[in-house]
T-cell receptor
Framework: DTEVTQTPKHLVMGMTNKKSLKCEQHMGHRAMYWYKQKAKKPPELMFV???????INESVPSRFSPECPNSSLLNLHLHALQPEDSALYLC??????????????FGSGTQLSVL | GQQVMQIPQYQHVQEGEDFTTYCNSS?????IQWYKQRPGGHPVFLIQLVKSGEVKKQKRLTFQFGEAKKNSSLHITATQTTDVGTYFC???????????FGRGTSLIVHP
């Protein structure tokens, strides 16, 4: 079970389409993340929002556009994607703790196929 | 940025055998985390180690953090089919608090 909810679970889109991935958490976490995971590879960090402000962008192409409307919601807007962007997109959240590391809670992911 | 190296990439075991995966870093880590991802699933946090030489147990799983805080291991005793999945270690990268994942070890358990 996960307390981070992602929709849709599956998405197929053409290269000219515009779509959005959605993520929601109600754990009171103040940091939210987007990761991209290709098959048989580890998750790769894309974006981090901390207190609803974009704090990290790992040099992600502009065809991916994140948005954090409030502390519970995180969106990823997709436009003009390429077939190589097909992957599992994972949302995660964490408390912004004073500890040495952030414990990440992941959603179930959106499996994206770009045709 | 700093990365944790994880081996082996795959491990096949017979049910009941033990399993170990290892992570190594070239620099000292402030902490190391372990996650499990079942086939078709998402990563799930297992544990975080912070102290030098720390050992923590969760039922049949034993996690260790090296004395120099540069390596860590996850050992599973008497594997079961429910242990199947990919186990990732994750350590902080550079000055960031955000964990960067090792390549993972995929455990396949044969009944």
């Amino acid at each position: 079970d996960t307390e981070v909810t992602q929709t849709p679970k599956h998405l197929v889109m053409g290269m000219t389409n515009k779509k959005s991935l959605k993520c929601e958490q109600h754990m009171g976490h103040r940091a939210m993340y987007w990761y991209k995971q290709k098959a048989k590879k580890p998750p790769e960090l894309m974006f981090v929002y901390s207190y609803e402000k974009l704090s990290i962008n790992e040099s992600v192409p502009s065809r991916f556009s994140p948005e954090c409307p409030n502390s519970s919601l995180l969106n990823l807007h997709l436009h003009a994607l390429q077939p190589e962007d097909s992957a599992l997109y994972l949302c995660a959240s964490s408390q912004v703790s004073r500890g040495p590391g952030e414990k990440l809670f992941f959603g179930s992911g959106t499996q994206l196929s770009v045709l | 940025g700093q990365q944790v190296m994880q081996i082996p990439q795959y491990q096949h075991v017979q049910e009941g055998e033990d399993f170990t995966t290892y992570c190594n870093s070239s620099t000292t880590l402030s902490n190391i985390q372990w996650y499990k991802q079942r086939p078709g699933g998402h990563p799930v946090f297992l544990i975080q180690l912070v102290k030098s030489g720390e050992v923590k147990k969760q039922k049949r799983l034993t996690f260790q953090f090296g004395e120099a805080k540069k390596n860590s291991s996850l050992h599973i005793t008497a594997t079961q089919t429910t242990d199947v999945g990919t186990y990732f270690c994750a350590g902080p990268s550079g000055g960031s608090y955000i964990p960067t994942f090792g390549r993972g070890t995929s455990l396949i358990v044969h009944p």
